[in-house]
């Protein structure tokens, strides 16, 4: 009878120290993941699982001292947890990518991205999804799981963007005169960069057409109104000089055969 009063009260005591174990464990978590910076719902999914774990230990080992078999407990709880991950398969599997993402920052909200093939603006990144407005202001809610399990392309993350734009002109056209065409176009436009190198090069000789490559930088917000800016120039500056630019199209050859008509003989008709 006394040695079962000793080992109620140190299961008592354990419950104390395992429930004060776990709350310090909680909060030092809680402290170091909102010093990396972590996602406040991440951080409070962690440190609430953590809390539990260490208190389920504390309980089985509170009932082992008290005398009660554990094996079959700790049994039933391996097959519910396996059970219930089981079921929930999908859900964890966005909830880590959700914390990847969240501590990897590979995109934040407000960033202009291309992810699991959608190009749009971050909103929100959420524990199990990530939400993106596309430029015709649709939302799409894409799960986590899909984004980090393919490419993510950030073209917000830098500063600047190097412009790249393809121009093809006939091939009867002189290449320096084209390049001084474009040049002309590019060079003046004081949302180039300083110190960054402008390029106009004849990039590959098509079927029907010479491809020519005009690549400058230029800074992330100025990129688009550039491009527009500076097609509707090249296209203005070719035609005042006259440099056609080629459809495409194909020669096709004809080959006649000319085949001898065959002669009829007529016969005499024979005498009767």
């Not at 991950?85 to 599997?93: E, I, P, R, T």
């Not at 491009?227 to 050859?253: C, R, S, W």
Request: proline share 3%; charged share 20%.
């Amino acid at each position: 009878m006394f040695q079962m009063l000793i080992n109620f009260v140190v299961a008592i005591l354990l419950l104390f120290i395992g429930s004060a174990i776990a709350r310090l464990a909680a909060g030092g978590l809680r402290k170091l993941m909102n010093a990396r910076g972590v996602d406040r719902t991440v951080t409070q999914f962690c440190c609430t699982l953590l809390r539990y774990a260490l208190l389920t230990f504390t309980v089985i080992a509170a009932l082992g001292r008290m005398g009660v078999e554990t094996s079959s407990i700790i049994a039933v709880v391996g097959a519910a947890g396996l059970a219930i991950g089981l079921a929930l398969q999908g859900s964890l599997s966005n909830f880590a990518a959700g914390v990847l993402l969240v501590s990897l920052r590979p995109f934040k909200a407000g960033e202009y991205t291309q992810i699991g093939g959608v190009s749009g603006t971050v909103e929100e990144v959420h524990i199990f999804s990530t939400t993106l407005r596309t430029v015709d202001n649709k939302s799409v809610v894409m799960p986590n799981g899909k984004i980090i399990a393919g490419d993510i392309v950030n073209f917000s993350r830098h500063p600047t963007r190097r412009l790249e734009i393809m121009v093809g002109v006939a091939y009867n056209t002189d290449i320096e005169h084209v390049k001084e065409v474009i040049m002309a176009v590019v060079s003046p436009d004081k949302r180039l960069l300083p110190n960054t190198e402008l390029m106009v090069r004849l990039h590959d000789m098509g079927p029907s057409s010479l491809n020519y490559v005009v690549r400058a930088w230029v800074s992330n917000e100025d990129y688009w109104d550039m491009y527009f800016d500076v097609m509707e120039g090249i296209k203005t500056a070719l035609d005042k000089h006259n440099i056609g630019i080629p459809y495409p199209q194909m020669d096709v050859h004809l080959h006649r055969n000319e085949l001898s008509a065959k002669k009829s003989v007529s016969l005499p008709k024979s005498a009767a």
